[in-house]
């Protein structure tokens, strides 16, 4: 029963040119054999009414059925008895039966489009069966406060399989409780009409699967920035924030995409590609510009990983190719021989079809700059706990023999991980002066760049100075003036941060590496002086 | 330039005839009704309503009269019954026909050459009658509050019709329909009902499109098809503030909007936009594009065609502000006129991919030249630094006075000719500045004060001096420092690049044209 299907003639006159053009594409980067075959399709279930009010109706219908037919048999009494009770029995099965069919719709995803199994159900998408992807307008979200309820109760979803659950929650549970806060999804179309779909409806696989069908069919654009947010949180199966949710959560989320993607020089991957043969397989694209894209992937084994691509412009220099891969190759090494609990696990590194990727341990959580973005500047107490957790990081790293020098410490590259808030530092600036060298181009975010290290000629105490810059990003809520001592108390004021803050600040982020304070041991000494005092 | 505007307008006829837009129906009917106001009556009356009231208190009526026949005549009374039936159902076909034509949560509309059509989705589609282009009598834009607190005030299309050109008959029937999305003076209404000269003003939220192309689309179709006569100026102005230069082929591109067809870079034989340009081969890719040498077969030359992948999978917002980088340096670029500057022929948007269509400059970028030639000798430094200077003389004379910010000899191609030419504008803006994102420029060639992010024209005169500096030595310059040659070569250069290089701006050689005065003389 496939309804209407529309064929858009437009489009239908460009597929054999596609076509011909990725068959005579022998010798180019090849990406994807994105084959979709015609019988691939995905079937999710969404329930349309929580079981709660389902029961109650159920009952009432029994009961209004029950007294009609007790109305009936008292009418004529020679059929009562013996009908009356058998129909009362059919009904008792066939109502709930045909009650818990009706409200659970069973949607098939396909790359011909959305479908719903049943013509029962056709006045949820407007009288259509089905509707093609080139339908589709744009997808939102209705009624939901935070993706960290629906999240949630995800979680609680997949718990319940594997531990027993008491009374209270059982019932909880079976009277689905929360539903309506769990808002829906909104699908409009273009020929008009909506199809409203609650996401507590939906099972957590079959949530994925509908984030991941849209993804891999549906038009790329019709997202809406609230339900990205909301896709990488099911995807991830974390929500990003626990506390704060609502207005402030959301306009973070679209002041963070507008710097999250910029136009690139390459074609970065969709969603559904695989890497290596299937074992990685791409499930969104988190973050892209300019010449790297960071995506959100799982592996084999069903953990999700971030995964790094990057594609270094080279011209046909003989050879430069192949130097490239092997620096990056050799920088990977040395990352993942890296073990502290505070930096992120490089998982693998490898490169296929000319780009380098970088494979790296999934963390939930928000940027420091994402905090500060919806938060506020944090307080002398908090940026001193951070500090304290950051310097060693930092006295770990060029410890190391060699040492290691990070040359990219800004907010956007330390994570606080859910739950607990530890600091996380999930980026390398590594990489970025090695492409710099390579391309003549300075890559990285110019406040927290000293000047020896834009010289070329970075050194440990370029590293402290970036790090003392982000403690003044967090202090103030502003980032700092470029090549210059930083004092946070001009800004901030001198009763948000107290004077030895103040001067420690000053003192790390001076702009000739001589007069700065570089010995890490001392400044964890005075940041646990000061937290001592605060 | 002026070839290119023309260009740009026929490019404006679409492909189909008819566009569609999405819009928000339930909310505008929300919008109409919250609009009460003395002066200008929102006109939903909802006749329809009262027709089932209506039917509703006369079936209460019926009924109880029924009763009371049935009470005191008996059983015969209830054959009263099917004579009223009929009535009663008379009544509610009524009340139906009445709601069904007027239009309610209308779904898309569609502008067609002949007039403008609304589409309703429920509970059938239904397209209304077409609004004539040529009834319209004038086309306005107001910013309008509305009385409702919970429904916001917004920018409102009036487009005012008069349809005295038609039987009464027919006019009642578009007064029918479009009802509840109209907005009417009620004197006027009523005289117009009963002369014959009905006219209305009928409303189109404007922020209720969901895509802002959308709302480009309808401005420029009223502005198109709409009797010029009609158009008031708002209409006008605010079609100019939606307008940008070329990149219409965005609205077809989003009518189109799909997954990509192309996934890697272009290769030989390609052809972009419907055969107009064809890809030669790739030569290079920077920080952001990737560029091309290509063939305009219209205009029979070489071109190279710079290439931005748009980021499509975080929806429109995203990849239209990501857009809105390219389209200043094409706005940067069609504005400037100087031999010495790549000129931009054209642009257009294709597969979620941005091109600038700019001139092909056959030649060598100065670093290649150097590292072929070695450093060279004065004279070509001298002959080259003019030019450059020149080219800085007039971006900082402009108007607006352009600093382009990346000067280095990566962007400076030397023909055949020994001409200089300027490319690659995308970090020049026009004196706007954004610290906290990632920059990406030659650092070696970067001043100081840019580097902190107050760019300004003398930025642009370190960054000269610099590449002055790589001409003569062969090697980049140290980053953030002031430049010292050799003493060998000339003693003119020397202290030309020193006074270019000084890290502050006070002490820097003051203007392009100072410069080339000082050039000038050397010998």
């Given at each position: 029963?496939?309804?209407e299907?529309?064929?858009?003639?437009?489009r239908?006159d460009?597929?054999?040119?596609?076509?011909?053009e990725?068959q005579?594409?022998?010798?180019s980067?090849?990406l994807?054999?994105?084959?979709d075959s015609?019988?691939?399709y995905?079937e999710?279930s969404?329930?349309?009414?929580?079981?709660?009010?389902?029961?109650v109706?159920?009952l009432?219908?029994?009961?209004?059925?029950?007294?009609?037919?007790?109305?009936?048999s008292?009418?004529n009494?020679?059929?009562?008895?013996?009908?009356?009770?058998?129909?009362?029995v059919?009904?008792?099965?066939?109502?709930?039966?045909?009650?818990?069919?009706?409200?659970?719709?069973?949607?098939r995803l396909?790359?011909?489009?959305?479908?719903?199994?049943s013509?029962?159900h056709s006045?949820?998408?407007?009288?259509?069966?089905?509707?093609?992807?080139?339908?589709?307008?744009?997808?939102?979200l209705?009624r939901l406060?935070?993706?960290?309820?629906?999240?949630?109760?995800m979680?609680?979803?997949r718990e319940?399989?594997f531990?027993?659950?008491?009374?209270a929650?059982?019932?909880?549970?079976?009277?689905d409780?929360?539903?309506?806060?769990?808002?829906?999804l909104?699908?409009?179309?273009?020929?008009g009409?909506?199809?409203?779909?609650?996401?507590?409806?939906?099972?957590?696989?079959?949530?994925?699967?509908v984030?991941?069908?849209?993804a891999?069919?549906?038009?790329?654009?019709?997202?809406n920035?609230?339900?990205?947010a909301?896709?990488r949180?099911v995807?991830?199966?974390?929500?990003?924030?626990?506390e704060?949710?609502?207005a402030?959560?959301t306009r973070?989320?679209e002041?963070s995409?507008?710097s999250?993607?910029?136009?690139?020089?390459?074609?970065?991957l969709?969603?559904?590609?695989n890497?290596?043969?299937?074992?990685?397989?791409?499930?969104?694209?988190?973050?892209?510009?300019?010449m790297?894209s960071?995506?959100?992937?799982?592996?084999?084994?069903?953990?999700?990983?971030?995964?790094k691509?990057?594609r270094?412009?080279?011209?046909s220099?003989p050879?430069?190719?192949?130097?490239?891969?092997?620096?990056?190759?050799?920088?990977?090494?040395?990352?993942?021989?890296?073990?502290?609990p505070?930096?992120?696990?490089?998982?693998?590194?490898?490169?296929?079809r000319?780009?380098?990727?970088?494979?790296?341990e999934y963390v939930?959580?928000l940027?420091?700059?994402?905090?500060v973005?919806?938060a506020?500047?944090?307080?002398q107490?908090?940026?001193?706990?951070?500090?304290?957790?950051?310097?060693p990081?930092?006295?770990y790293?060029?410890?190391?023999?060699?040492p290691?020098?990070?040359?990219?410490?800004?907010?956007?590259n330390?994570?606080l991980?859910?739950?607990?808030?530890?600091?996380m530092l999930?980026?390398?600036?590594?990489?970025?002066?090695?492409?710099?060298?390579?391309?003549g181009?300075?890559?990285?975010?110019?406040?927290?760049?000293p000047?020896?290290q834009?010289?070329?000629?970075?050194e440990?105490?370029?590293?402290v100075?970036?790090?003392?810059?982000?403690?003044y990003?967090?202090?103030?809520?502003?980032?700092?003036e470029?090549?210059?001592?930083?004092?946070?108390?001009?800004?901030a004021?001198?009763?948000?941060?107290?004077?030895?803050?103040?001067?420690?600040?000053?003192?790390c982020?001076?702009?000739?590496?001589?007069?700065?304070?570089?010995?890490?041991?001392?400044?964890i000494?005075?940041?646990?002086?000061?937290?001592?005092?605060? | 330039?002026?070839?290119?505007?023309?260009?740009?307008?026929?490019?404006?006829?679409?492909e189909?005839?008819r566009?569609?837009?999405?819009l928000n129906?339930?909310e505008?009917?929300?919008?109409?009704?919250?609009r009460?106001?003395?002066a200008?009556?929102?006109g939903?009356?909802q006749?329809?309503?009262?027709?089932?009231?209506?039917?509703?208190?006369?079936l209460?009526?019926?009924?109880?009269?029924?009763?009371l026949?049935?009470?005191?005549?008996?059983?015969?009374?209830?054959?009263?019954?099917?004579?009223?039936?009929?009535?009663f159902?008379?009544l509610?076909?009524?009340g139906r026909?009445?709601?069904e034509?007027?239009?309610?949560?209308?779904?898309?509309?569609l502008v067609?050459?002949?007039?403008?059509k609304?589409?309703?989705?429920?509970?059938?589609?239904?397209?209304s009658?077409?609004?004539?282009?040529?009834?319209?009598?004038?086309a306005e834009?107001?910013?309008?509050?509305?009385?409702?607190?919970?429904?916001?005030?917004?920018?409102?299309?009036?487009?005012?019709?008069d349809?005295?050109?038609y039987?009464?008959?027919?006019?009642?029937?578009?007064?029918?329909?479009f009802?509840?999305?109209?907005?009417?003076k009620?004197?006027?209404?009523?005289?117009?009902?009963?002369?014959?000269?009905?006219?209305?003003?009928?409303?189109i939220?404007?922020?209720?499109?969901?895509?802002?192309?959308?709302?480009?689309?309808?401005?420029?179709?009223?502005?198109r098809?709409g009797?010029?006569?009609?158009l008031?100026?708002?209409?006008?102005?605010?079609?100019e503030?939606?307008?940008?230069?070329?990149f219409?082929?965005?609205w077809?591109?989003?009518?189109?909007s799909?997954?990509?067809?192309?996934?890697?870079?272009?290769?030989?034989?390609?052809?972009?936009?419907g055969?107009?340009?064809r890809?030669?081969?790739?030569?290079?890719?920077?920080?952001?594009?990737?560029?091309y040498?290509g063939?305009?077969n219209?205009?029979?030359?070489?071109v190279?065609?710079?290439?931005?992948?748009l980021?499509?999978?975080a929806g429109?917002?995203?990849?239209?502000?990501?857009?809105a980088?390219?389209?200043?340096?094409?706005?940067?670029?069609a504005a400037?006129?100087h031999?010495?500057?790549?000129?931009?022929?054209d642009?257009?948007?294709?597969?979620?991919r941005?091109y600038l269509?700019?001139?092909f400059?056959?030649?060598?970028?100065?670093r290649?030249?150097?590292?072929?030639k070695g450093?060279?000798?004065i004279d070509?430094?001298?002959?080259?630094?003019?030019?450059i200077?020149?080219?800085?003389?007039?971006?900082h004379?402009?108007?607006?006075?352009?600093v382009?910010?990346?000067l280095?000899?990566d962007?400076?191609?030397c023909?055949?000719?020994?001409?200089i030419?300027?490319?690659?504008?995308?970090?020049?803006?026009?004196?706007?500045?954004?610290?906290?994102?990632?920059?990406?420029g030659?650092h070696?060639?970067?001043?100081?004060?840019q580097?902190?992010?107050?760019?300004c024209?003398?930025?642009?005169?370190?960054?000269l001096?610099?590449?002055?500096a790589?001409?003569?030595?062969?090697?980049?310059?140290t980053?953030?420092?002031?430049t010292?040659l050799a003493?060998?070569?000339?003693?003119e250069l020397?202290?030309l690049?020193f006074?270019?290089?000084?890290?502050?701006?006070e002490?820097?050689?003051?203007?392009?044209?100072?410069l080339?005065t000082?050039?000038?003389?050397?010998a």
């Amino acid at each position: 029963m496939r309804g209407e299907l529309e064929v858009d003639k437009d489009r239908s006159d460009q597929v054999p040119e596609n076509r011909d053009e990725i068959q005579s594409q022998s010798q180019s980067q090849d990406l994807d054999a994105h084959q979709d075959s015609d019988l691939e399709y995905f079937e999710v279930s969404c329930r349309l009414i929580p079981l709660g009010p389902a029961l109650v109706m159920i009952l009432f219908c029994l009961l209004i059925s029950t007294f009609s037919w007790i109305v009936a048999s008292f009418i004529n009494q020679y059929l009562a008895g013996g009908i009356a009770a058998i129909s009362i029995v059919l009904q008792m099965f066939l109502i709930p039966i045909v009650f818990l069919h009706a409200t659970r719709m069973k949607i098939r995803l396909s790359r011909h489009g959305i479908e719903v199994v049943s013509s029962m159900h056709s006045s949820t998408m407007l009288r259509r069966l089905s509707r093609s992807w080139t339908d589709l307008h744009s997808v939102r979200l209705r009624r939901l406060k935070s993706p960290e309820i629906l999240v949630n109760r995800m979680a609680r979803q997949r718990e319940y399989r594997f531990r027993r659950s008491n009374m209270a929650e059982l019932i909880q549970r079976t009277l689905d409780r929360g539903w309506i806060n769990c808002g829906f999804l909104m699908f409009d179309f273009k020929s008009g009409g909506m199809a409203p779909f609650p996401l507590a409806g939906f099972s957590p696989e079959d949530l994925e699967t509908v984030f991941i069908a849209l993804a891999r069919w549906g038009d790329p654009m019709s997202l809406n920035p609230d339900v990205l947010a909301l896709k990488r949180n099911v995807l991830t199966g974390q929500a990003d924030m626990a506390e704060l949710g609502g207005a402030s959560f959301t306009r973070m989320w679209e002041e963070s995409l507008k710097s999250q993607f910029e136009v690139t020089n390459f074609v970065p991957l969709s969603a559904g590609q695989n890497l290596q043969d299937g074992k990685l397989k791409i499930l969104m694209l988190i973050a892209c510009g300019g010449m790297s894209s960071v995506y959100l992937a799982s592996r084999f084994d069903g953990s999700r990983v971030v995964v790094k691509e990057m594609r270094v412009p080279v011209d046909s220099e003989p050879g430069l190719a192949d130097r490239v891969h092997e620096m990056f190759s050799r920088e990977a090494n040395m990352l993942a021989r890296l073990d502290h609990p505070s930096i992120v696990h490089v998982l693998d590194y490898f490169v296929e079809r000319g780009r380098d990727y970088l494979v790296l341990e999934y963390v939930p959580g928000l940027t420091l700059r994402q905090h500060v973005r919806m938060a506020g500047p944090f307080s002398q107490a908090e940026t001193v706990k951070i500090a304290l957790d950051l310097f060693p990081i930092l006295s770990y790293l060029h410890g190391q023999e060699p040492p290691v020098l990070h040359r990219d410490l800004t907010p956007d590259n330390l994570i606080l991980r859910d739950p607990g808030r530890e600091l996380m530092l999930v980026d390398f600036g590594a990489a970025n002066e090695f492409v710099g060298n390579l391309t003549g181009t300075l890559i990285g975010k110019q406040c927290y760049i000293p000047p020896e290290q834009f010289r070329g000629r970075a050194e440990p105490a370029s590293d402290v100075y970036a790090a003392a810059a982000t403690l003044y990003f967090l202090l103030t809520g502003q980032d700092p003036e470029p090549i210059s001592a930083s004092s946070p108390a001009r800004v901030a004021g001198s009763d948000v941060v107290c004077g030895e803050l103040d001067e420690l600040v000053n003192l790390c982020t001076m702009e000739d590496s001589g007069e700065r304070l570089k010995d890490i041991e001392e400044i964890i000494e005075r940041l646990r002086r000061l937290e001592r005092k605060l | 330039m002026k070839d290119l505007k023309t260009d740009q307008n026929a490019a404006l006829e679409p492909e189909k005839d008819r566009i569609s837009m999405v819009l928000n129906g339930v909310e505008w009917q929300e919008r109409v009704l919250a609009r009460g106001n003395k002066a200008e009556v929102s006109g939903h009356m909802q006749l329809g309503l009262y027709f089932f009231a209506v039917a509703l208190v006369s079936l209460v009526f019926l009924v109880s009269l029924l009763l009371l026949l049935f009470v005191t005549i008996g059983k015969t009374g209830i054959l009263a019954v099917f004579l009223l039936i009929p009535l009663f159902l008379v009544l509610v076909r009524a009340g139906r026909f009445y709601s069904e034509n007027s239009l309610s949560s209308p779904a898309n509309l569609l502008v067609e050459p002949t007039g403008l059509k609304i589409v309703v989705r429920e509970p059938v589609t239904r397209v209304s009658w077409p609004l004539l282009w040529k009834d319209m009598e004038s086309a306005e834009l107001v910013s309008y509050p509305s009385r409702n607190p919970r429904v916001q005030d917004g920018n409102y299309v009036f487009l005012h019709y008069d349809l005295s050109g038609y039987s009464r008959s027919k006019q009642m029937a578009y007064l029918l329909q479009f009802i509840s999305l109209a907005a009417f003076k009620r004197k006027s209404l009523l005289n117009g009902i009963l002369s014959g000269r009905l006219n209305f003003s009928f409303m189109i939220p404007l922020d209720l499109f969901t895509l802002e192309s959308d709302k480009d689309r309808l401005l420029s179709s009223i502005l198109r098809y709409g009797k010029p006569e009609a158009l008031s100026d708002s209409i006008k102005r605010a079609v100019e503030d939606h307008s940008e230069i070329g990149f219409t082929q965005l609205w077809l591109d989003d009518l189109h909007s799909f997954k990509r067809k192309r996934l890697h870079t272009l290769t030989g034989g390609t052809e972009l936009c419907g055969g107009r340009y064809r890809i030669e081969e790739p030569l290079s890719a920077g920080g952001q594009a990737q560029i091309y040498h290509g063939y305009d077969n219209e205009e029979n030359r070489d071109v190279a065609l710079k290439e931005f992948v748009l980021p499509v999978d975080a929806g429109h917002e995203v990849r239209d502000r990501s857009f809105a980088n390219v389209k200043n340096e094409a706005l940067m670029l069609a504005a400037l006129d100087h031999p010495g500057i790549v000129r931009l022929y054209d642009q257009f948007v294709e597969d979620h991919r941005a091109y600038l269509v700019l001139e092909f400059v056959d030649g060598k970028n100065l670093r290649r030249l150097v590292k072929e030639k070695g450093a060279l000798p004065i004279d070509s430094v001298k002959d080259f630094s003019l030019q450059i200077a020149r080219i800085l003389e007039y971006l900082h004379g402009l108007e607006s006075p352009v600093v382009h910010r990346d000067l280095s000899p990566d962007n400076l191609i030397c023909t055949e000719a020994g001409q200089i030419k300027l490319i690659d504008f995308n970090v020049a803006k026009l004196m706007e500045s954004d610290v906290t994102r990632t920059v990406v420029g030659k650092h070696a060639y970067m001043a100081p004060e840019q580097f902190r992010g107050y760019p300004c024209q003398a930025s642009d005169l370190y960054s000269l001096g610099c590449t002055i500096a790589f001409l003569m030595t062969g090697e980049d310059p140290t980053p953030l420092s002031r430049t010292e040659l050799a003493q060998d070569k000339s003693i003119e250069l020397k202290e030309l690049v020193f006074d270019l290089t000084a890290l502050k701006v006070e002490e820097r050689l003051g203007s392009a044209r100072e410069l080339i005065t000082r050039l000038e003389k050397i010998a």
